[in-house]
């Protein structure tokens, strides 16, 4: 059973950066599509996440969403077995509960079968 853990939100001002991580546990996450999404605060309908970025099972491509491109650069060390989000340039509406996940024999985020708790980010001045 794949086990994900988020860490790395906080406050931060606008345009500042900051960078979320999401180390698994119980299974590799080569074997999965891996995403990350966000939520408003105080909302928690799966089905409402903002699908941010993905990197896809098989020859590890990633895509975009279009609020984050060209912000937001998402990565996986296979080492560490962990996925991260880097987030530059960030904007108040960014401010959401940002949750990493994983999809089963699936190559794209479509469906994802595990989720992570999530980690607030806060951007504010």
């Known amino acids: 059973q794949l086990q994900l853990v988020e860490s790395g939100g906080g406050l931060v001002y606008p345009g500042g950066s900051l960078t979320l991580s999401c180390v698994a546990s119980?299974?590799?996450?080569?074997?999965?599509?891996i995403g990350w999404f966000r939520q408003a605060p105080g909302e928690d309908r799966v089905e409402d996440r903002e699908?941010?970025?993905?990197?896809?099972?098989?020859?590890?491509?990633?895509n975009y969403g279009d609020s984050v491109k060209g912000r937001f650069s998402m990565s996986r060390d296979s080492a560490k077995n962990t996925m991260y989000l880097q987030m530059n340039n960030l904007r108040p509406e960014d401010t959401a509960v940002y949750y990493c996940?994983?999809?089963?024999?699936?190559?794209?985020?479509?469906?994802?079968?595990?989720w992570g708790k999530g980690t607030l980010v806060n951007v504010s001045s």
């Open positions: 996940a994983a999809a089963e024999g699936s190559i794209w985020c479509s469906g994802m079968d595990y």
């Open positions: 699908g941010l970025s993905c990197i896809s099972s098989r020859g590890g491509r990633t």
């Open positions: 119980g299974s590799a996450l080569d074997d999965y599509a």
